[in-house]
């Protein structure tokens, strides 16, 4: 296959070379958006469909060529439905292009002192076996779900997370969403994940930080109440078994980061005038 893409790409014009480049790059990167959800085994259903009725038609099983195609045409017009959450999963990511990236960009020292007050919240609420969800609003705005809980608006402190989460407390249940270096909400609710490969033995705290980070670029850090482990997930994928050396160097490389960056050469460009 790769002999035949090299002889296909040494013979076309520029123009020819590009357009097959860009459906490659397109199908590559829907394969990414779907690999590990149940997009996956639809497709594979509906690969098997394809399948059959190029050889029912190929053979000559007029019947069974004609109840495939219709089941092909339905395929088609209920694909959009089917696929929604990976549909919009892609249409998100492409709007968190630079082009679309928001003006409001938090400084270098509020961003360190807001991780270092979510991580101290973090270590003493694992120390003591607190479970807790706290979730990063990065560049997809999360206003959907901190909509469904309570309005904080206070600054970012170790002190206030912890109380939130204390047991027996009205806004214990849920997550919070953090943006910037504010509290939004407490005692949210969020979407559960889907992926069928998903450890049973995860709780529901795992599985709506996973569920989040899967339908926005949120990072969520989750508490186990059983165990007071750390973990965090982010892009669909979560991270087991953290401890605060770990924890705080990922949120310092990777936390905001494309915000940083243009705080910082914003910043540049404003010394240079």
Known sequence: MLKELRNAFAGATPVVALDIAIVLFIVYRLYMAIRGTRAVQLLKGLAVIVLGAFVSQFVGLALTNWLLNQVLTVGLVALPIIFYPELRRALEHIGRGSLFSKSSLLGPRERTHAIDEVVRAILSLSERRIGALIVWEQETGLKDWSESGINV?????????????????????????????????????????????????????????????EQSDAVAIIVSEETGAISLANEGKLIRYLDEKTLKEWLETNLHKRQLDHFLLRRNLNWKE
């Open 153 to 213: 608006d206070a600054a970012i402190s170790a002190e206030l997370l912890i109380n939130i989460f204390e047991p027996n407390t009205p806004l214990h249940d849920g997550a919070v969403i953090l943006r910037g270096d504010r509290i939004r909400a407490a005692s949210c609710f969020l979407p559960l994940s889907e992926n069928p490969e998903l450890n049973i033995d995860l709780g529901t705290r795992h599985r709506a930080g996973l569920g989040i980070s």
